[in-house]
């Protein structure tokens, strides 16, 4: 049976990956790096980016949020170390030990289960602690060190914590870093009573891409870099906030494409609408080219009536409510447009170029949405 002709896919550059890493372990010397690839790797696919990220001798460990992140990292052939940031149910506090996980925490009921479970197969087991030092999401306080520290007094298995994080609230979204520098003092606060209780870890890590790009006194010995490894800057602030402090332009570089194809033609009458709603009418004769994507497959509704698209290096206005799986845009003034033209959503053509951050401004969020609520459906490519 011939192949299935791609009318919608992602390619992903492995040299834009590679620059993306270099600018990081440049800005972060000698530091254990983690490549974040929870949330499908941003969007981009977490397999694929596996499968590049392993050839990269740069990188030590890779961050997920879930255990099913984790388990799909080690089937693509990931045999570092890996991080698992987010929560794990006690009932599968085996799987830790299956597939060699470390796992941060944050309650000592999954640190009890973890213990009698490596206990029991004379296995040892390397846990991060998380620290809560203002963004009161995961984390423990000051008072809840004791009771960690019985906990892994109590099992062989355990030793001490391998590894304490914690995560900055406001160190992106900002040019006044104020509250980050607070944060950075509460943590050092924590470490001390981790000492105290002779639990003090091995390695400390705390910087995001923000943090790593911006303040070398949060790298400590790790650094966790997330949306930068993918070619984005965290914010506008960020990097105000790196050119402030004379930083280079040219640090990153997106390494995702997302295109599709032009599946019908139409040509409009005047005074025509265009999808549901009624939103868009004609005003002239116009020619619309459908584009099987939808909000389905992440492109917010959001969009409807604002964004364009690129075909043949022209912008294409999307005409109409974007629809759950078809969008329409206007190619009435770009020549020879034909049937299974592409068309690119995310990425250049020509002198065009047409980014998340762009598509975050139109649908009023951020770029790690754009990026992250990309389906995991769609087919995805890697490319040099």
Same mark, same amino acid.
């Given at each position: 049976?011939?192949?299935?002709?791609?009318?919608?896919?992602?390619?992903?550059?492995?040299?834009?990956?590679?620059?993306?890493?270099?600018?990081?372990?440049?800005?972060?010397?000698?530091?254990?790096?983690?490549?974040?690839?929870?949330?499908?790797?941003?969007?981009?696919?977490?397999?694929?980016?596996?499968?590049?990220?392993?050839?990269?001798?740069?990188?030590?460990?890779?961050?997920?949020?879930?255990?099913?992140?984790?388990?799909?990292?080690?089937?693509?052939?990931?045999?570092?170390?890996?991080?698992?940031?987010?929560?794990?149910?006690?009932?599968?506090?085996?799987?830790?030990?299956?597939?060699?996980?470390?796992?941060?925490?944050?309650?000592?009921?999954?640190?009890?289960?973890?213990?009698?479970?490596?206990?029991?197969?004379?296995?040892?087991?390397?846990?991060?602690?998380?620290?809560?030092?203002?963004?009161?999401?995961?984390?423990?306080?000051?008072?809840?060190?004791?009771?960690?520290?019985?906990?892994?007094?109590?099992?062989?298995?355990?030793?001490?914590?391998?590894?304490?994080?914690?995560?900055?609230?406001?160190?992106?979204?900002?040019?006044?870093?104020?509250?980050?520098?607070?944060?950075?003092?509460?943590?050092?606060?924590?470490?001390?009573?981790?000492?105290?209780?002779?639990?003090?870890?091995?390695?400390?890590?705390?910087?995001?891409?923000?943090?790593?790009?911006?303040?070398?006194?949060?790298?400590?010995?790790?650094?966790?870099? @997330? *949306?930068?490894?993918? $070619? &984005?800057?965290?914010?506008?602030?960020?990097? !105000? %906030?790196? +050119?402030?402090?004379?930083?280079? =332009?040219?640090?990153?570089?997106?390494?995702?494409?997302?295109?599709?194809?032009?599946?019908?033609?139409?040509?409009?009458?005047?005074?025509?609408?265009?999808?549901?709603?009624?939103?868009?009418?004609?005003?002239?004769?116009?020619?619309? @080219? *459908?584009?099987?994507? $939808? &909000?389905?497959?992440?492109?917010?509704?959001? !969009? %409807?009536? +604002?964004?364009?698209?690129?075909? =043949?290096?022209?912008?294409?206005?999307?005409?109409?409510?974007?629809?759950?799986?078809?969008?329409?845009?206007?190619?009435?003034?770009?020549?020879?447009?034909?049937?299974?033209?592409?068309?690119?959503?995310?990425?250049?053509?020509?002198?065009?170029?047409?980014?998340?951050?762009?598509?975050?401004?139109?649908?009023?969020?951020?770029?790690?949405?754009?990026?992250?609520?990309?389906?995991?459906?769609?087919?995805?490519?890697?490319?040099?």
């Amino acid at each position: 049976m011939p192949p299935i002709r791609k009318l919608q896919w992602i390619e992903l550059s492995q040299k834009a990956l590679h620059k993306n890493i270099l600018s990081l372990t440049n800005l972060a010397p000698n530091k254990i790096f983690a490549a974040c690839v929870k949330s499908n790797a941003y969007g981009h696919g977490i397999s694929e980016m596996v499968t590049i990220l392993k050839e990269n001798r740069r990188v030590n460990y890779l961050t997920v949020h879930s255990m099913r992140e984790a388990i799909k990292c080690r089937r693509a052939g990931w045999r570092k170390q890996i991080l698992l940031l987010g929560p794990v149910e006690l009932c599968d506090t085996d799987a830790i030990l299956e597939f060699d996980i470390e796992p941060i925490v944050f309650n000592t009921q999954f640190l009890d289960n973890i213990g009698k479970q490596a206990d029991k197969f004379n296995r040892t087991v390397k846990t991060h602690i998380k620290l809560e030092t203002g963004t009161n999401r995961q984390g423990i306080t000051e008072k809840d060190i004791p009771k960690f520290a019985k906990v892994y007094k109590k099992y062989k298995s355990l030793g001490k914590p391998y590894g304490a994080s914690t995560h900055f609230a406001n160190i992106e979204d900002t040019t006044n870093h104020s509250y980050a520098e607070y944060q950075l003092e509460q943590f050092k606060k924590l470490l001390k009573v981790m000492a105290a209780h002779d639990i003090a870890p091995k390695i400390k890590h705390t910087a995001s891409s923000a943090a790593t790009i911006l303040f070398g006194k949060t790298h400590f010995d790790m650094v966790r870099p @997330g *949306i930068s490894l993918y $070619g &984005y800057w965290p914010s506008k602030e960020t990097y !105000l %906030s790196h +050119k402030l402090e004379g930083g280079k =332009n040219n640090l990153f570089k997106p390494v995702l494409t997302w295109k599709s194809r032009i599946t019908q033609l139409k040509k409009l009458e005047p005074d025509s609408f265009i999808s549901y709603g009624c939103t868009y009418q004609t005003t002239a004769k116009s020619k619309i @080219g *459908i584009i099987p994507v $939808g &909000y389905y497959d992440g492109y917010d509704r959001a !969009l %409807s009536n +604002k964004a364009y698209v690129l075909i =043949n290096g022209k912008r294409a206005p999307i005409r109409g409510r974007v629809c759950m799986n078809l969008m329409m845009a206007d190619i009435s003034d770009i020549p020879k447009v034909k049937l299974e033209n592409e068309v690119t959503l995310i990425g250049k053509e020509n002198k065009e170029e047409l980014s998340a951050n762009r598509i975050a401004e139109w649908a009023d969020t951020i770029n790690y949405e754009i990026l992250a609520r990309l389906s995991g459906e769609i087919y995805r490519e890697i490319v040099l």
